[in-house]
């Protein structure tokens, strides 16, 4: 595709009219629904992007004809129906929608929660048959049940949100360890085996992999009481279907619900007929929303690579959406005004934000504090440094918090106030201890040399109690962020320090997941350590605040630095380096 060309999608099956009004906007977009195998081969050389839901099937065969695909996009989470290695070998970008249906299927679950809780489908039937009587179908509540979810991803996480609304316990089974597993408030992890034997409902989130192929045997509808459900909205082959089938035929379990069947939704499918089971046809992610959260997604990252790739980029940096900018961290208020004051008064981004692309858009690595100013000043779009290697790349450090100008009497009332946390004397020595013992917040230590481990209260959200701290002390004090634990030299270099808050350290996957989960972490206690920093770039605002369209804006971006580096203007430095703050 050269620079003059505009990209020419092709999109297979019905996609929600808000995401083809965005397409459209900016490439070619031919709808042709139906196509046969043989039509789309002979279709698929004239276009740069595909775009598919469930039925299309895109094999190697189907990819032998595609000499000018660049991405294949899913409208939809799973890539099931595409051969993603024969793509990926060719050089072709496939993407999908992750989150596009995660509340659609919280919703069904709890639905079906309540459907077999209170027996509707069967009082129904018994009432339109003449023989409703009340006595026979007496159900319960949910308010104190145990719900067991096994797999704790986005779509766990929300319906552990909901069902927690109801008063429901939440138990969960996740394999690998996840800090949002550890941040939620009132879910307990536990093995499988302790889930099945305690929970009242136990509903399926986890991937369909070798290791969870039947899951779910006999064995393991052995371990569950006999008032419990099974519910199944993700992958049929999750649980051993003749196993449940006896399980339910001899009342092993009260019930189950499924939306996915091994053999399909057919009628005659016995677990379909079964009179415990209540069995909905696969509809658990299908929404008006989710299709149209879906078309948007896909509709947007399309967007976002012809507008990346159109033109090989000299250095990785780009001009993509505000909105889709997030950060890891919170920010500190005051630090923004100073910084989009700078940046108003000087009509120039000298410095961009450093992002990691990711599924949801763009996590900002470092400048967090920049790219909300530049937001905070209505930009449209925002100029951004692309890290482009994979996360083994990227080091990561933990900053101090040096509380400054605030004196001790003042500081302890303020803590003491915040109904979040608790605070428990603890000596230097014994503090990093603590931490890992007790699972402290934080630990504060006084210039006098006393100090206290800092954890939030039973039932409190841990991730929320720091971040109320931090912003407590922030707005009360001067903070400022240090690496050094050693109090005679913080006192040296800022003698109005009152006391050194000391974070444990975090993990560069832990940031990620949390920042991709929604979840931010207090303001400055993380650090991104990536070489190849771009500086000094003195993008006037006005090109970002302009009317034109990312494509044009970035082909602008292009022949800027094509000129520079024609010139010499582009220098690279392998030293560590000191800047000055703007």
Known sequence: MNEKQIPRVLVCEPLHEDGLELLTAAVDVDVRAGLTPAELCVLLPDYD?????????????????????????????GLDNIDVTAARARGIEVVNAPASNTLAIAEHVMGLLLAMARRLPWAETSLRQGAGRRPQHTGMGLYGKTLGIVGFGPEGRQLALRAQAFGMKI?????????????????????????????????????????????????????????????????????????????????????????????????????VQHPLVIATPRIAGFTADAARDGAITIAEKFLDFFAANVIEPVLPLRIVPSDNVFPHELYDQKRVDRLAQGLQRTGLLKNPPLVMQTDDGYMVLDGATRSTAMRQLGLPHMLVQVFQANTEGLQLETWYHVIRQIDRAALMELLRGLPEIELTPTSARQATEAQMAYGGLCYLRFVEGDGYLVQAKPGVNRLDALNNLTSAYIDASLTSRTLSRDLAQLQHEFPDMTALVVFPVYSVEQVIQLACAGRRLPAGITRFIVPGRILRVNVDLEVLRSEQSIREKNRWLHEQLLEKQKNGQIRFYAEPVYLLDE
């Open 49 to 77: 992007g595909l775009i598919v839901r469930r039925e299309t099937q895109v094999t190697a065969d189907l990819l032998e004809f595609a000499f000018r695909l660049k991405i294949i996009g899913r409208a939809m989470p």
């Open 171 to 271: 138990l969960v089974n996740q394999p690998h360890f996840t800090p949002e597993l550890a941040l939620e408030a009132n879910v307990r992890s536990v093995d499988l085996n302790d889930l099945l034997a305690e929970s009242d409902f136990v509903t399926l989130h986890t991937p369909l992999t070798p290791e969870t192929h039947s899951l779910i045997g006999a064995e393991q509808l052995e371990r569950m009481k006999p008032s419990a459900y099974l519910i199944n909205t993700t992958h049929a082959q999750l649980v051993d279907e003749a196993a449940l089938l006896a399980a339910l035929d001899d009342e092993c379990i009260a019930g189950a619900a499924l939306d996915v069947f091994g053999g399909g939704e057919s009628p005659e499918n016995p677990l």
